[in-house]
T-cell receptor, first 118, second 113 residues
Framework: DAGVIQSPRHEVTEMGQEVTLRCKPI?????LFWYRQTMMRGLELLIY????????DSGMPEDRFSAKMPNASFSTLKIQPSEPRDSAVYFC????????????????FGPGTRLTVT | KQEVTQIPAALSVPEGENLVLNCSFT??????LQWFRQDPGKGLTSLLL?????REQTSGRLNASLDKSSGRSTLYIAASQPGDSATYLC????????????FGTGTRLLVSP
């Protein structure tokens, strides 16, 4: 398997522009997670989906951020309009969840997208 | 709110040494704890996963222990090698947040030849 695929790997944009990050989870996985990593705040969960349905978006910083998962093999994270404080590395991860609480499901991470907003 | 702390923030050791990385969490009501490795410019790789009912897990030269009551976990690396140089992160899945991992800030490890 190719693992979790993210694109682009690097994105440089100007403040106010729309940014779209893309993720292809591992085939067969039914849970998908978007994380953001910064020096100041570390690694934070933004939103996660289960069976293409958003389950928890409490980590999404504000309305400028939105995420979609139109099918089991594709998800996007969009920032509109972007701001310099959005500069970070954005990771996508996927796992196979059988929905049983108390059973651990290993999350597999993609290589990340490094976003710089100037 | 679950908080995860890792000590030390950075560690430098000569090759061959055994070492211990520490992770502490404030809410002991967890489903599991995971240790990850992150290489510069790369994503995270899962190393070990300990379920709440377990006390430890081993994989090769790595051994992770979990003391849920005291809110602590350790990652023991035996006979360290330069290839072990990376940032190590622990993450917990709390019972108040199914599938939501809360990460520590990591320990940056450098193993010198």
């Amino acid at each position: 398997d190719a693992g979790v695929i993210q694109s682009p790997r690097h994105e440089v944009t100007e403040m106010g522009q729309e940014v779209t990050l893309r993720c292809k989870p591992i085939s067969g996985h039914n849970s998908l997670f978007w994380y953001r990593q910064t020096m100041m705040r570390g690694l934070e969960l933004l939103i996660y989906f289960n069976n293409n349905v958003p389950i928890d978006d409490s980590g999404m910083p504000e309305d400028r951020f939105s995420a979609k998962m139109p099918n089991a093999s594709f998800s996007t994270l969009k920032i509109q309009p972007s701001e310099p404080r959005d500069s970070a590395v954005y990771f996508c991860a996927s796992s196979l969840s059988l929905g049983t609480r108390g059973t651990a499901y290993e999350q597999y991470f993609g290589p990340g997208t490094r976003l710089t907003v100037t | 709110k679950q908080e995860v702390t890792q000590i030390p923030a950075a560690l430098s050791v000569p090759e061959g040494e055994n070492l211990v990385l520490n992770c502490s969490f404030t809410d002991s009501a967890i489903y599991n704890l995971q240790w990850f490795r992150q290489d510069p410019g790369k994503g995270l790789t899962s190393l070990l996963l300990i379920q709440s009912s377990q006390r430890e897990q081993t994989s090769g030269r790595l051994n992770a222990s979990l003391d849920k009551s005291s809110g602590r976990s350790t990652l023991y690396i035996a006979a360290s090698q330069p290839g072990d140089s990376a940032t190590y992160l622990c993450a917990v899945e709390s019972r108040t947040g199914f599938q939501k991992l809360v990460f520590g800030t990591g320990t940056r490890l450098l193993v010198s030849p």
